[in-house]
């Protein structure tokens, strides 16, 4: 009895002995990403990482973290959160129609102006309610000029280090304070019977430019689905190619901007029943009626095209006659969930206006704003280079842990941090981390970060939650990977050993 007694006391007092030599210790975070650094890092290739734990308030890991590095996409969120911490980050995008003179009968005696806010989301449907706005009004003749105002900004059209022939993909659109469906035209292919062209679709739908259709259907030796244009001589003419087996759909982006929207505006004015008489034309009755046939035949006529581009200067007789606005958290959204570059330069010329004060202004006035914000949070804003407020230039550099201060400045900004956490892409669920971090790794659902790519450069930056309950932010800057599939998985790896 006493044998079996000494037993049992020795197997409690040996328990604990025992249970330590079953468990693995866990090794430190450091000595974890150090062996994905080490072992999963894409072969000649290097890394910049910066971790943050916003909780208890002090750095987790760092390596390289003050490397300049290309951002990408991830420059947005420079961009973005000090756009959402200026006094007047709610004020959405507005475009707006005005009109200078005087209504007599069914007559507009004066000019129309169509006052460009650079509102990004600005699509097909936003241009219908304006012109409908406007057909309201007690007149069906403009004896005047209809101006395209775009004076918010300077006349470049494209950002510093942009490249040449991205153009005519619909990522890098000609920018405007008048954009229509973000420059861009969506063409939509249906197959018909085997060997035939297939049925084109266009929208926005516009005269401004022309289709050719060189399709075929079912038919695999035509090639591959391709819609383009003849973007080497800023021509207008898109063209469609290949085999269409199912429906298909391609985007281009057009040439000008602000032509586009302008000569779409004034042809469904003309539909609506709404005339342009210019004035040094009006006392020839020749003129009003070759205006009148050609409104009445419905074919293109200069009434589509009877617009100029100029300043609007309110007096007295200035009326408004329509308004259209975009909240600025449908911007921000599309910026970070799609990784919208015309939705980030919107929103840092906007930035610019509103930092500056001026009237017309230019990306480097944005970016003068970025740049005081670096200086407020403690860092040298000459030690690094911005170029854009979306992140296409190639001559971007900023570092791991700059972005990981925006982020911890973001934090502890309610105002900021709610707007932005919540359009954040969230880890396996939407945006542009849908198809990453999938249901049973560590990361789903627990990261809500903003990617960043182009050839060679791979990036994420944003917040993750942390197994203990701990918040923490996060920025990790592959560079010089040519397979953006091995970055991602060393992104993802990282962020679960973070998690964990």
């Known amino acids: 009895m006493k044998r079996i007694l000494l037993q049992l006391i020795l197997s409690v007092c040996l328990l604990p002995l025992w249970a330590q030599e079953t468990v693995t210790p866990v090794k430190p975070l450091s000595a974890r990403i150090d062996a994905l650094i080490e072992h999963k890092l894409p072969a000649g290739s290097n890394v910049g990482i910066s971790v943050y734990d916003l909780t208890a308030g002090k750095p987790l890991y760092g390596y390289q973290a003050d490397k300049l590095s290309r951002p990408a996409s991830t420059m947005k969120l420079l961009t973005t959160i000090t756009a959402l911490a200026r006094p007047e980050a709610d004020e959405p995008f ?242 970070m969930k799609e990784s919208d570059n015309l939705n980030a330069e919107a929103m840092l010329c906007r930035l610019g206006a509103q930092s500056s004060g001026k009237k017309r202004v230019s990306a480097e006035d944005g970016l003068s704003a970025i740049r005081m914000l670096i200086k407020e949070m403690g860092y040298n804003p000459d030690r690094y280079n911005l170029a854009d407020g979306c992140g296409l230039s190639n001559y971007n550099y900023i570092s791991p842990e700059l972005l990981v201060s925006f982020l911890r400045y973001a934090y502890s900004r309610t105002d900021v941090f709610q707007k932005l956490y919540k359009a954040l892409p969230i880890g396996g669920v939407d945006g542009t981390l849908e198809f990453r971090m999938k249901k049973g790794t560590l990361s789903h659902r627990n990261v809500h970060a903003k990617t960043g790519s182009f050839t060679a450069i791979n990036c994420l930056a944003g917040y993750l939650k942390a197994r203990n309950g701990h918040e923490i932010a996060f920025a990790i800057m592959n560079q010089n990977a040519l397979s953006g599939r091995e970055a991602r998985a060393f992104q993802d790896a990282v962020c679960d050993e973070v998690i964990r």
């Open 94 to 335: 507005r475009t707006e129609v005005w009109y200078r003179g005087t209504m007599e009968r069914d007559t507009l005696q004066g000019d129309m102006y169509v006052i460009g806010g650079y509102d990004p989301e600005f699509d097909e449907e936003a241009l219908d309610s304006l012109v409908a706005a406007v057909a309201r009004f007690p007149f069906s003749v403009i004896k005047g000029k209809v101006y395209g105002d775009v004076s918010m900004k300077d006349s470049l059209y494209w950002g510093s280090g942009w490249l040449w022939d991205d153009t005519p993909y619909s990522f890098q659109p000609y920018l405007s304070p008048l954009m229509l469906n973000k420059g861009v035209v969506k063409v939509t292919a249906t197959p018909g019977e085997r060997g035939d062209s297939a049925r084109l679709e266009c929208t926005p739908a516009s005269s401004y430019y022309t289709l050719t259709n060189k399709t075929q259907s079912r038919t695999p030796s035509a090639g591959r689905f391709r819609v383009s244009r003849d973007w080497l001589v800023n021509g207008n003419n898109i063209t469609v190619t290949g085999n269409v087996d199912a429906r298909r759909a391609g985007t281009v982006n057009i040439f000008s901007s602000q032509d586009f929207f302008m000569h779409t505006f004034m042809e469904r004015l003309q539909a609506r029943g709404i005339r342009c008489i210019p004035a040094a034309e009006a006392e020839g009755l020749e003129n009003e009626v070759a205006e009148s046939e050609a409104f009445e035949t419905g074919k293109p006529s200069s009434v589509a095209s009877s617009y100029l581009f100029g300043e609007f200067r309110q007096d007295s007789l200035s009326v408004r006659m329509a308004s259209y606005e975009t909240s600025v958290q449908d911007v921000v959204k599309e910026i």
